[in-house]
């Protein structure tokens, strides 16, 4: 009976252990996909926030290109091809303008768009930094080798940074930003 009773407690243990075990390679398995995951999502936000900058950018120059066209349209329309000949031109013209709004809706959306990505970037450490935890944490010690895991380098799923913050980080120092050179 005493037999029995030993036998049932090690199967019990053995159970315990591999469902622990099974539990552990879930938790991994569900971090490396959410970090791979993440880092995907990282590069089509980087992407999206780029393009829209970029077409953003376009605006401005079609604008001026159509306004162009209004203005000698205008001017032509006023005083013909040759345009006014008179020495001295007492008229109130009304000329179009290029509208600065163009510039502070380009930088809102930059604002945003670098808010957004910043907000990415800061999910994919809080999900390295999750993983990195279970893969130290005890069941890491032994199962982790066991199920071979990580699986990922975890390098390769570094966030995006810029020249200027690496070398702040590797010297310690930060120069203050300029916006313009004088």
């Known amino acids: 009976m005493v037999k029995w009773g030993v036998i049932g407690v090690v199967a019990l243990f053995v159970v315990v252990y591999f469902g622990s075990a099974f539990g552990y390679r879930g938790d991994c398995v569900r971090a490396e996909a959410g970090i791979k995951a993440q880092y995907k999502a990282n590069q089509s936000s980087y992407d999206a926030m780029w393009k829209t900058f970029k077409e953003m950018a376009q605006v401005p120059e079609m604008y001026v290109a159509d306004m162009r066209k209004v203005w000698d349209g205008a001017i032509q329309g006023r005083y013909g091809a040759e345009g006014s000949k008179a020495v001295f031109q007492f008229i109130k013209e009304h000329n179009p303008t290029l509208d600065p709004s163009l510039y502070t809706r380009l930088q ?52 995006v940074t810029s ?19 004088e």
Do not use: C, H
């Open 108 to 159: 809102s959306a930059i604002e945003a768009g670098r808010n957004r990505f910043n907000a990415d970037q800061q999910q994919l450490l809080a999900k390295k930094q999750a993983y990195e935890v279970v893969l130290e944490g005890n069941r890491g010690a032994v199962v982790g080798m066991w199920f071979g895991f990580p699986k990922i380098d975890l390098d390769e799923y570094d966030i």
């Open 163 to 181: 020249d200027q913050t690496a070398e702040a980080f590797a010297t310690k120092k930060a120069a203050e930003v300029k916006l313009r050179d």
